[in-house]
């Protein structure tokens, strides 16, 4: 095979369309080719990231003149193990994912949604539950690991042999019906998605905890192979009013009107709350 800065533009082209339906190889490969490889937490279906984000790697691609590849993750199993490896060069993911990438291989921080994140906890008002302890060893409804929301929710039980039997819900809805089933004795939801809950959706349930912390929200990084020179027009490129059109979807989804700029002060440290699951514990 001849080397990668023999290959013609149609036959480079070719090679990564294949490599792209190889997952963790079409990261991998491509890097060697000076393609910046985008990717973002799978909350969607790799359908769905493709329409939502494919207009920010092309929108990317014409401002640095350098192709940006968005490679979505068929699960967080996949997912998770690309961000072990640091296969991604630019990604957009909740903060503790952030976070841990920061630590562990030195990304930067260069965009953000607005705005802060809380849990709350709702809990059947049929149950004599009074102490968020006494959640231990009992079903709450939860958004699967890793969840920001759940794993700060996990986090309030620092002893693994006394932690409450999360019920995976698909979202927040599904965890609110998961409770009122009775399949759990309450769940773990978003403080704004709660409050703006109507009377009919709340019956039979209660708010019992709101969290104490708050954390930032999903924030675009890249990795340490992205040159100081290239990460700063990625910043302003995300940061510009030019931003809104491709970013529409995705501002769209978040409910937020613009991109803006992070600190490393906010984020710092939060990758301990990926501390319980495999690949990330040791950090």
């Known amino acids: 095979m001849k080397q990668p800065d023999k290959l013609s533009w149609i036959t480079l082209t070719a090679c990564l369309l294949t490599l792209l339906s190889a997952g963790v190889s079409a990261a991998s490969a491509a890097n060697n080719r000076g393609v910046i490889i985008f990717s973002t937490a799978p909350t969607q279906t790799p359908k769905a990231t493709r329409k939502r984000y494919q207009p920010i790697a092309d929108y990317l691609s014409r401002v640095l003149k350098r192709r940006v590849v968005l490679v979505p993750a068929e699960n967080f199993i996949e997912y998770s193990q690309n961000i072990i490896e640091d296969k991604y060069d630019l990604v957009f993911d909740g903060p503790h994912f952030a976070a841990w990438r920061m630590k562990k291989y030195n990304h930067s921080l260069v965009a953000k949604l607005p705005g802060k994140l809380r849990f709350v906890v709702v809990i059947r008002e049929d149950t004599h539950v009074k102490n968020l302890k006494r959640l231990a060893g009992k079903r709450v409804c939860a958004v699967g690991s890793p969840n920001l929301l759940t794993l700060g929710f996990i986090d309030l039980f620092p002893n693994p042999a006394a932690v409450p039997v999360i ?26 998605f709660w409050l703006k809950k109507p009377p009919k959706v709340k019956a039979g349930l209660k708010l019992f905890y709101t969290s104490k912390v708050t954390w930032p929200h999903r924030v675009f990084t890249t ?3 992205i040159d100081a020179q290239t990460r700063q027009k990625i910043a302003e490129a995300l940061l510009s009013d030019k931003a809104r059109g491709p970013a529409r979807l995705v501002l769209k989804q978040f409910k937020a009107k613009r991109f803006v700029r992070p600190t490393e002060a906010e984020y710092k440290g939060l990758g301990h709350l990926l501390r319980a699951i495999w690949g990330f514990h040791e950090q």
Do not use: E, L, Y
């Open 167 to 192: 019920m995976n819900s698909k979202n927040f809805n599904a965890a609110i019906k998961c409770a009122k089933q009775h399949i759990g004795i309450a769940a773990v939801v978003r403080d704004k």
């Open 223 to 225: 990795s340490a192979r």
